[in-house]
């Protein structure tokens, strides 16, 4: 069905179900889950769950990115702003400025099983077998990618000049394939472990040297979290990410595609006659330093791919709560949440539900997303910076719709002075505490302890610093364009721990995750009344937020001269 057809459908939804929400929007007296705030704002437990209601309906199919279910529910979204009195901010058409940010979208996976062949130095090739030695790459820039090179091992990949680390000391890549381990060593902190353990990173200090692909294996460790058989069941799943002025697929450091994954029988076979037995690179890799040395491989590769690609279409909803100060509205905090989830179930049962309604993951984050904009809306003081409202596509394809606002922005981009990202809140119990991730890298910080304050609720540690969220969200694809940002999670305290482990082990990315879930609504209302507190902060206080020196993200992605970079 056309893009055109899917807008008309969704136009015809929203005459049924816009009006009805905007008359749950006045609030209710304050309640228990707003008393101790002092807050010029009370958030509407009513109008959270009208929001929420309609986007995990069964009508939106799942809400998946370049969808007819996701283009009604932008569709909403834009109407929502539209009744609020919110300044479309998206893209610039014939008749003005539209609330749509047009996100132009490839779909690809591979086609087939590929081939790779390799050659030891006794001049015998031996072919690998697709599903037991690799599993191939799909490749968003060509339907046919054929490589044949030299192989050199790099270890993790890891150049980080701030810990005097440079896995490509002494090695020449240029003209070959780079063999790399996943993940980083585990004495790295955990939040830029993940930055380092991430494959576009490996990727592009890869090509910044010259390699012409990337071959990646896994630790022993990695094999035990992440059985390498896992992947085998993925390879039908389409990977997306959007398209570039080329009309080609945006992927970073193009000139060292991602060839295959390995399992650690492949990796043997590629370790033939090396000087160092992949045994003991491997006993290495599981040491805190991880101080795995690189040399070149005797064996070369000859890798043939065959990739299926296909144009998709979304969009990104963008609104401006255009601030009052003639100096400092220059400068705008983004509200960011992702409005898309994953779709229909495919493998289900005959009677089973098939729909990913997504009601936590992320009804309430754009639930939350609208009531902030009610507030900034309905109280007397605007705020000084304007507030970007920003419904985002595709982040269950990999944070696509933010990292395509992030290069692309309809703002813009060196007025960017924060991002509040809302994510998949656990609204499940009334929760006590949040966490903040990212908070302690910035002037954020002040500005989040403050709220908090303000609202009565505790701010705790990372429960999870194993997991790496900081870098999971969509806020990180601002981040990497140096932006000060901050993830909020509902907290562990009150039975926050049972409530968000249950939820990941029985409903996440699952039909389950519905509004028959025992939602706390007036829960929903208090992270509202946060979120709020925090933005409005952002935008009122006369300084710029800016990152902390010597943090690890500010100095990778805000150097000196960045609007942003630390004081």
Do not use: C
Not at 9 to 17: D, K, P
Not at 144 to 162: E, K
Not at 284 to 311: D, M, R, S, W, Y
Not at 361 to 389: C, H, M, Q, W, Y
């Amino acid at each position: 069905m056309s893009f055109t057809r899917r807008a008309a459908l969704a136009s015809a939804a929203l005459l049924m179900v816009a009006q009805p929400v905007l008359a749950a929007a006045p609030a209710k007296p304050a309640t228990a889950a707003t008393k101790k705030a002092v807050s010029d704002f009370t958030p509407s437990p009513e109008a959270i769950k009208a929001h929420m209601t309609f986007l995990a309906d069964d009508a939106m199919e799942g809400r998946e990115a370049g969808t007819r279910g996701y283009d009604i529910a932008a569709n909403y979204v834009a109407a929502q702003y539209a009744l609020l009195g919110v300044k479309p901010a998206g893209d610039k058409t014939a008749t003005g400025v539209s609330y749509q940010q047009h996100v132009p979208l490839i779909a690809f996976r591979p086609a087939g099983e590929g081939s790779v062949a390799i050659t030891g130095a006794d001049g015998q090739t031996t072919a690998l077998k697709y599903g037991e030695d690799y599993l191939p790459g799909a490749q968003a820039q060509a339907a046919d990618v054929a490589v044949n090179a030299p192989l050199v091992f790099a270890g993790f990949g890891v150049v980080d000049p701030s810990r005097g680390r440079d896995d490509y000391a002494g090695l020449d890549v240029k003209g070959k394939i780079v063999v790399l381990l996943t993940g980083a060593p585990i004495a790295i902190q955990t939040e830029e472990r993940a930055h380092f353990s991430n494959p576009n990173v490996k990727r592009a200090e890869a090509a910044k040297r010259g390699a012409v692909g990337v071959m990646i294996m896994p630790t022993t460790g990695g094999e035990k979290r992440r059985p390498f058989a896992r992947g085998l069941a993925g390879m039908k799943e389409w990977r997306v990410i959007w398209r570039n002025a080329q009309d080609v697929g945006a992927i970073r450091a193009p000139g060292a595609p991602s060839l295959v994954t390995l399992s650690l029988a492949g990796a043997e076979k590629l370790f033939a006659g090396a000087p160092t037995p992949l045994a003991s690179v491997l006993a290495e890799a599981e040491t805190p330093a991880g101080a795995v040395k690189g040399f070149a491989l005797a064996t070369k590769a000859n890798v043939v791919l065959k990739t299926e690609i296909e144009k998709r279409e979304s969009s990104n909803v963008v609104g401006m709560i255009e601030g009052s100060d003639p100096t400092l509205k220059a400068q705008t905090v983004i509200l960011s949440a992702h409005l898309d989830h994953i779709g229909i179930k495919d493998n289900a049962k005959p009677g089973e539900d098939r729909i990913n309604n997504g009601a936590l993951d992320n009804a309430s984050g754009i639930a939350t997303l609208l009531e902030v904009a009610r507030g900034f809306k309905n109280t007397k003081a605007r705020p000084k910076r304007s507030i970007i409202l920003l419904a985002l596509t595709g982040e269950e394809k990999g944070l696509v719709g933010s990292d395509y606002f992030a290069n692309n922005p309809t703002v813009t981009k060196a007025d960017i002075a924060a991002d509040v990202n809302l994510d998949m809140p656990v609204l499940l119990y009334p929760f006590t505490d949040v966490i903040a991730f990212g908070a302690d890298r910035s002037t954020i910080g002040e500005a989040v302890k403050h709220a908090a304050g303000r609202v009565g609720v505790a701010l705790s540690g990372d429960p999870l610093p194993e997991e790496g969220l900081f870098t999971r969200s969509d806020h990180y694809r601002f981040v990497e364009q140096g932006v000060p940002a901050v993830f909020l999670m509902t907290g562990f305290q009150n039975g926050g721990e049972k409530a968000f482990t249950t939820f990941l082990k029985t409903n996440y990315h699952h039909p389950g995750d519905d509004l028959n879930q025992p939602i706390d609504y007036q829960a929903a209302a208090k992270f509202a009344l946060v979120n709020y507190e925090i933005a409005r902060e952002l935008a009122n206080t006369p300084a710029r937020p800016v990152w902390k020196k010597g943090d690890f993200f500010g100095g990778a992605f805000a150097p000196a001269g960045h609007p942003s970079a630390a004081k």
